[in-house]
């Protein structure tokens, strides 16, 4: 619990009440690789403090060819906060890529906790800013930047997890075939 109270206390202080309030609805939980967390046409119910491991949220086309939009690693806030907001089924399945230790919650929890405490609103704000600011910064990235860019750019951001997870995630999660990523990294330092 002491690696998700140093994580949330970095995105927004939280005094002890709260933290013990946050301590009352996280459980701690395992994914095994290759699990889901939340599956597609599922409705979604929690998140997670993804503790340890890697996670993927992808989709796939209607040939079932399958692309990674995100690939979660530890430390990380998981769950498929679009159907937790919309109510909807999840289009956008979450998939452990190795084995992970998780904080789970439910999010109806969380959501009441907010209702009453600044604290916990002000910490929520502040994940989904997170997650806006990123999404369009990789969507730039994608746009603007040529393949070699990107890997770097990713490199720096997943440090490790090149030897932790199958090249051909990598790729999908970069846009590119797993040919022009063995290309790239022939190239690159």
């Known amino acids: ?24 609805i996280f459980v701690l939980d395992n994914i095994k690789k290759g699990d889901y967390f939340v599956d597609e046409g599922e409705r979604a119910h929690e998140i997670a403090f993804l503790e340890r491991g890697v996670v993927r949220a992808f989709y796939s086309n209607q040939q079932g060819k399958e692309y990674n939009k995100t690939l979660f690693t530890a430390p990380a806030i998981i769950g498929s906060y679009g159907a937790l907001i919309t109510k ?24 009441r906790l907010s209702e009453d405490n600044i604290e916990i609103e002000r910490l929520r704000r502040k ?30 951001e997943h440090p490790g997890i090149e ?11 970069l846009g590119i075939s797993p040919t022009q990523l063995s290309r790239i990294r022939k190239k690159t330092p």
């Open 1 to 24: 619990m002491e690696n998700l109270i140093a994580y949330l206390n970095r995105i927004s202080p939280l005094s002890e009440q709260t933290l013990s309030l946050m301590d009352s």
């Open 88 to 111: 909807e089924k999840n289009q956008l399945p979450q998939q452990a890529l190795t084995d992970c230790i998780i904080w789970r919650a439910r999010f109806d929890a969380i959501e």
């Open 127 to 156: 994940i989904s800013e997170h997650f806006f600011v990123w999404n369009e910064k990789k969507q730039l990235e994608v746009a603007l930047l040529d393949a070699t860019e990107r890997y770097l750019i990713f490199q720096k």
């Open 163 to 173: 030897a932790a997870i199958p090249q051909y995630h990598i790729a999908s999660y």
